[in-house]
C-alpha cells in the first residue's frame, strides 16, 4: 500500500515508519495523530472512515488510486483527535471536571447569598404572599386547605448529607402557604453552592475561628437565618442529616425552635429504657437489702473488716477502668486524627472522589422507593454541585469534622431526646433503605408526645417522592399544634 500523508497546521496524518517509532510486537497503527508533541495511533476501524471520504474536486493527493481531499482529511482527523481527548477528560458521576466553576455562576434565578462568619451560604426564600400573588395570577387554585395560613411562623429547611436546597424545590411554596410566612432553605458548607472555604488553611494564626465544616456552624448559621428572617422563633424541618441539625439547634436554643419536623431522621435511637428501669428498681431493692442485713452484722468486726476491703477494691477497680478509659479514648483521639490526615491528602481526595464517582447515583437512586420516577432533572440537580471548584477537597473536610466534632454539650444527643419540649413531627417512609422506619418509630417513642406517620410506599425522600402527602401531613400537625395560636393572641390582646 503507498503511503498517504496530509499535512495541515496542526494535524499530520500519515503511516510512521519503523525506524523512527518504538515497536511492539510489529503491530504499528494504520494512521497516526500528531497535535503538538502528543501522537495518537488510530485502529483499522477509526482508519477504516477515510474510506468513505468523497472525492475530491481540487488539490488532492493520490494513494492506491483513490483521491481524497486534504479538508476531508483535515475535519476527519481533527474530529478523531477530538474524541482520543474526550476520553482522557476525566468525569466524576457523569460531570465534567476539566472546568469547574464558581457556586455563583451556577445560581438559579431565586439563589440569593449572604455572608456569614466568612461563608457565602447559598439560600432561597419563598414568601406566603407572593406564592399567593402568583397562584392568583396563574388562575390556579391550591388543592390544600392552608387553614394555618395566619400562623405567622417561619420555617426553616435543613437538607441532608449529599443533598441542598434542591431536594425541598417540590415542597417550598405549598409549606410557605401552609405556614403564611417565609420558608428558607439555605445550603451547608460542602454541599449545594455555598463556597468551599479552604480550611484550616486560610485561618489567620492566633485567632480562633469556627470550622464552617463543623456541626457548631449550621448550628449557628440556623440561628443567623431566623434572626435574617426577623423571626423570635421558627419551625425547624431537617431532612436526615439535616435532622441533627435541628436537635442540636434546638438543644443550643430552645427558646428559638418553634417546633421540630424531622423527616427520615438520622438520629439513633435508643433502645427501650424499660429494661434500664427494671435494674434500677432491683438496684434499689438490694440497697434496702444490704442496709437490712448491715444491721444485722454490725457487730461483727471481720464481717466489717471484708466489708472495707471489698469497698477498696472497688475504688481500685474503679480507678483502673477510668485509666483504661482513659488510654482507649486517647488512643481513640490519634486515631481519629491521623484518619483526618489521611483523609486530608490527595490519597484521600482521590478515595472521595473515586467514592461519589462509584455510588453518588446509586444513592440518589436507593433513596427513591421507585427509582423510575427518577428524571434527568433530578439527577442534574443533585451532581451540580460536583461543577463547583474544590468541591472534593471541601466534602474531605466535612468528612474529617464529622469524626472530630464535637458539640459542646453535657450528653450525647440520643440521652437527651426525653428533653425536647416543643412539638415534634417524625415522618418516614416505609421503604427507606438508608434510614429504616424502624429507627424513626423507636425515635418517636424516645421523644415524649411526639408524633409519627409513616409514608407508604415511599423511600428516603418523601417531601420529593410523595410532596403532596408530605405536605398534607404537616400542616395537620401544625393545625394540631398551632391551631388555637390565633385564638390566644386575640384573647391576651382584649
Same mark, same amino acid.
Not at 198 to 203: E, K, L
Not at 294 to 306: F, H, K, V, Y
Given at each position: 500500500?503507498?503511503?498517504?500523508?496530509?499535512?495541515?497546521?496542526?494535524?499530520?496524518?500519515?503511516?510512521?515508519?519503523?525506524?523512527? !517509532?518504538?515497536?511492539?510486537?510489529?503491530?504499528?497503527?494504520?494512521?497516526?495523530?500528531?497535535?503538538?508533541?502528543?501522537?495518537?495511533?488510530?485502529?483499522?476501524?477509526?482508519?477504516?472512515?477515510?474510506?468513505?471520504?468523497?472525492?475530491?474536486?481540487?488539490?488532492?493527493?493520490?494513494?492506491?488510486?483513490?483521491?481524497?481531499?486534504?479538508?476531508?482529511?483535515?475535519?476527519?482527523?481533527?474530529?478523531?483527535?477530538?474524541?482520543?481527548?474526550?476520553?482522557?477528560?476525566?468525569?466524576?458521576?457523569? $460531570?465534567?471536571?476539566?472546568?469547574?466553576?464558581?457556586?455563583?455562576?451556577?445560581?438559579?434565578?431565586?439563589?440569593?447569598?449572604?455572608? #456569614?462568619?466568612?461563608?457565602?451560604?447559598?439560600?432561597?426564600?419563598?414568601?406566603?404572599?407572593?406564592?399567593?400573588?402568583?397562584?392568583?395570577?396563574?388562575?390556579?387554585?391550591?388543592?390544600? %386547605?392552608?387553614?394555618?395560613?395566619?400562623?405567622?411562623?417561619?420555617?426553616?429547611?435543613?437538607?441532608?448529607?449529599?443533598?441542598?436546597?434542591?431536594?425541598?424545590?417540590?415542597?417550598? =411554596?405549598?409549606?410557605?402557604?401552609?405556614?403564611? *410566612?417565609?420558608?428558607?432553605?439555605?445550603?451547608?458548607?460542602?454541599?449545594?453552592?455555598? /463556597?468551599?472555604?479552604?480550611?484550616?488553611?486560610?485561618?489567620?494564626?492566633?485567632?480562633?475561628?469556627?470550622?464552617?465544616?463543623?456541626?457548631?456552624?449550621?448550628?449557628?448559621?440556623?440561628?443567623? #437565618?431566623?434572626?435574617?428572617?426577623?423571626?423570635?422563633?421558627?419551625?425547624?424541618?431537617?431532612?436526615?442529616?439535616?435532622?441533627?441539625?435541628?436537635?442540636?439547634?434546638?438543644?443550643?436554643?430552645?427558646?428559638?425552635?418553634?417546633?421540630?419536623?424531622?423527616?427520615?431522621?438520622?438520629?439513633?435511637?435508643?433502645?427501650? *429504657?424499660?429494661?434500664?428501669?427494671?435494674?434500677?428498681?432491683?438496684?434499689?431493692?438490694?440497697? #434496702?437489702?444490704?442496709?437490712? %442485713?448491715?444491721?444485722?452484722?454490725?457487730?461483727?468486726?471481720?464481717?466489717?473488716?471484708?466489708?472495707?476491703?471489698?469497698?477498696?477494691?472497688?475504688?481500685?477497680?474503679?480507678?483502673?477502668?477510668?485509666?483504661?478509659?482513659?488510654?482507649?479514648?486517647?488512643?481513640?483521639?490519634?486515631?481519629?486524627?491521623?484518619?483526618?490526615?489521611?483523609?486530608?491528602?490527595?490519597?484521600?481526595?482521590?478515595? $472521595?472522589?473515586?467514592?461519589?464517582?462509584?455510588?453518588?447515583?446509586?444513592?440518589?437512586?436507593?433513596?427513591?422507593?421507585?427509582?423510575?420516577?427518577?428524571?434527568?432533572?433530578?439527577?442534574?440537580?443533585?451532581?451540580?454541585?460536583?461543577?463547583? =471548584? %474544590?468541591?472534593?477537597?471541601?466534602?474531605?473536610? !466535612?468528612?474529617?469534622?464529622?469524626?472530630?466534632?464535637?458539640?459542646?454539650?453535657?450528653?450525647?444527643?440520643?440521652?437527651?431526646?426525653?428533653?425536647?419540649?416543643?412539638?415534634?413531627?417524625?415522618?418516614?417512609?416505609?421503604?427507606?433503605?438508608? $434510614?429504616?422506619?424502624?429507627?424513626?418509630?423507636?425515635?418517636?417513642?424516645?421523644?415524649?408526645? *411526639?408524633?409519627?406517620? $409513616?409514608?407508604?410506599?415511599?423511600?428516603?425522600?418523601?417531601?420529593?417522592?410523595? %410532596?403532596?402527602?408530605?405536605?398534607?401531613i404537616v400542616e395537620n400537625f401544625l393545625q394540631r399544634s398551632f391551631g388555637g395560636l390565633e385564638v390566644?393572641?386575640?384573647?391576651?390582646? /382584649?
Open positions: 500500500m503507498t503511503n498517504c500523508v496530509v499535512y495541515h497546521p496542526t494535524v499530520f496524518l500519515g503511516r510512521p515508519e519503523p525506524p523512527n !517509532f518504538p515497536a511492539v510486537n510489529r503491530r504499528w497503527p494504520i494512521l497516526l495523530l500528531q497535535s503538538g508533541d502528543k501522537l495518537f495511533g488510530l485502529s483499522s476501524k477509526e482508519a477504516a472512515v477515510l474510506q468513505f471520504l468523497p472525492k475530491a474536486a481540487s488539490a488532492s493527493v493520490s494513494g492506491s488510486g483513490a483521491e481524497y481531499s486534504v479538508e476531508c482529511f483535515s475535519h476527519v482527523s481533527e474530529q478523531l483527535l477530538g474524541e482520543k481527548l474526550k476520553k482522557k477528560s476525566q468525569r466524576i458521576a457523569g $460531570v465534567d471536571q476539566d472546568e469547574l466553576v464558581e457556586p455563583a455562576v451556577l445560581a438559579d434565578p431565586d439563589s440569593c447569598f449572604c455572608e #456569614f462568619k466568612g461563608v457565602q451560604i447559598h439560600h432561597k426564600v419563598c414568601d406566603a404572599e407572593s406564592v399567593a400573588q402568583n397562584t392568583l395570577q396563574d388562575g390556579t387554585s391550591s388543592q390544600f %386547605s392552608y387553614q394555618t395560613k395566619k400562623l405567622g411562623l417561619p420555617m426553616i429547611l435543613l437538607h441532608g448529607f449529599g443533598a441542598s436546597a434542591y431536594s425541598w424545590s417540590w415542597v417550598m =411554596k405549598q409549606l410557605a402557604q401552609v405556614t403564611g *410566612s417565609k420558608v428558607l432553605a439555605f445550603d451547608r458548607p460542602a454541599f449545594g453552592l455555598t /463556597s468551599r472555604v479552604d480550611y484550616p488553611n486560610n485561618s489567620s494564626p492566633g485567632v480562633e475561628h469556627i470550622n464552617p465544616y463543623s456541626m457548631i456552624f449550621s448550628v449557628l448559621a440556623t440561628l443567623n #437565618f431566623i434572626d435574617f428572617l426577623a423571626a423570635k422563633k421558627a419551625i425547624l424541618v431537617g431532612h436526615s442529616a439535616g435532622a441533627l441539625v435541628a436537635a442540636d439547634t434546638y438543644f443550643t436554643a430552645p427558646e428559638r425552635v418553634a417546633a421540630l419536623v424531622l423527616v427520615a431522621p438520622a438520629i439513633i435511637a435508643p433502645r427501650s *429504657s424499660r429494661k434500664a428501669v427494671n435494674e434500677k428498681e432491683s438496684g434499689r431493692n438490694d440497697v #434496702f437489702q444490704g442496709d437490712r %442485713s448491715d444491721t444485722n452484722i454490725r457487730e461483727n468486726p471481720m464481717t466489717r473488716l471484708s466489708r472495707m476491703l471489698l469497698k477498696l477494691s472497688g475504688y481500685v477497680m474503679q480507678a483502673i477502668l477510668n485509666l483504661v478509659k482513659g488510654m482507649v479514648d486517647m488512643f481513640s483521639s490519634i486515631y481519629k486524627k491521623a484518619l483526618s490526615a489521611f483523609l486530608r491528602s490527595a490519597l484521600g481526595v482521590m478515595l $472521595v472522589r473515586m467514592v461519589i464517582d462509584k455510588f453518588g447515583i446509586a444513592a440518589i437512586r436507593n433513596s427513591w422507593y421507585d427509582s423510575n420516577q427518577i428524571t434527568d432533572h433530578v439527577l442534574h440537580g443533585y451532581t451540580k454541585p460536583l461543577r463547583v =471548584k %474544590s468541591w472534593d477537597r471541601a466534602l474531605v473536610e !466535612f468528612t474529617a469534622a464529622m469524626l472530630t466534632d464535637s458539640v459542646p454539650q453535657s450528653k450525647p444527643l440520643s440521652k437527651r431526646l426525653h428533653e425536647i419540649s416543643c412539638p415534634v413531627l417524625i415522618i418516614t417512609g416505609d421503604s427507606d433503605r438508608l $434510614v429504616p422506619s424502624w429507627n424513626a418509630e423507636r425515635l418517636s417513642r424516645a421523644i415524649p408526645g *411526639s408524633c409519627l406517620e $409513616v409514608v407508604k410506599n415511599c423511600g428516603h425522600l418523601p417531601q420529593e417522592e410523595k %410532596s403532596e402527602e408530605f405536605v398534607s390566644q393572641l386575640l384573647q391576651a390582646a /382584649s
